[in-house]
């Protein structure tokens, strides 16, 4: 489902990004994706329903965040020297999940995308829960793991769900980290595709 604006022509050129298959766009596909739209995001977007996208700047506003009625963090750059998200920092009144990622290309991010869908997935089961997940500005670790929990409890397809977000946030995972959500979009897609063979 591509937006009128946003569509691009999918080449299945795999242009050394692995293997094309009709579901999963190439590396130079995803990224020509990503740079559509406004680029332009706040402190923190609603990219679906109470789920929130934003940077260190909200997360560290434990009153801004009272108000926006945040119940859970996801902190995707836990560790990070800017970013001081961690159980005693939020105490009782908001529920805490570190993910110490580093943004770069050579980082494997991909070891959280389950576990943090996971947190996501449960956290917005909550009656009135609201999420924030973060990292430093909340355009590449933090939009990472977001795609992936789109992905594997949506089902959407990395495409899909990098529009879903874009229609509220800028977002731009480093490369490194988008080859990874593309060999997920291809895992899921083989394990959708053994599943209808069925």
């Not at 990472?144 to 949506?154: E, G, W």
């Amino acid at each position: 489902m591509m937006m009128a604006e946003e569509s691009i022509s999918l080449s299945k050129d795999p242009e050394s990004s692995g293997t094309s298959t009709p579901e999963t766009p190439t590396l130079k596909d995803l990224e020509e994706l990503l740079n559509t739209g406004r680029p332009s995001c706040n402190h923190a977007d609603e990219v679906w329903p109470n789920l929130f996208l934003g940077d260190l700047v909200i997360a560290h506003n434990t009153f801004g965040l009272w108000k926006m009625g945040i119940s859970h963090v996801l902190n995707a750059a836990h560790g990070n020297i800017y970013c001081k998200g961690s159980h005693g920092f939020y105490g009782a009144t908001i529920e805490y999940y570190g993910v110490p990622a580093h943004d770069h290309p050579a980082f494997d991010i991909s070891p959280f995308f389950y576990p943090a869908a996971e947190f996501i997935h449960k956290a917005l089961a909550t009656p009135g829960a609201k999420l924030l997940v973060h990292c430093a500005v909340g355009i590449s670790r933090s939009s990472s793991l977001v795609l992936a929990y789109l992905m594997i409890y949506h089902h959407l397809s990395l495409a899909e769900a990098i529009q879903t977000v874009k229609k509220h946030r800028w977002i731009f995972p480093n490369r490194g980290f988008l080859k990874q959500l593309r060999s997920l979009d291809i895992q899921l897609g083989e394990k959708t595709q053994q599943k209808n063979d069925i």
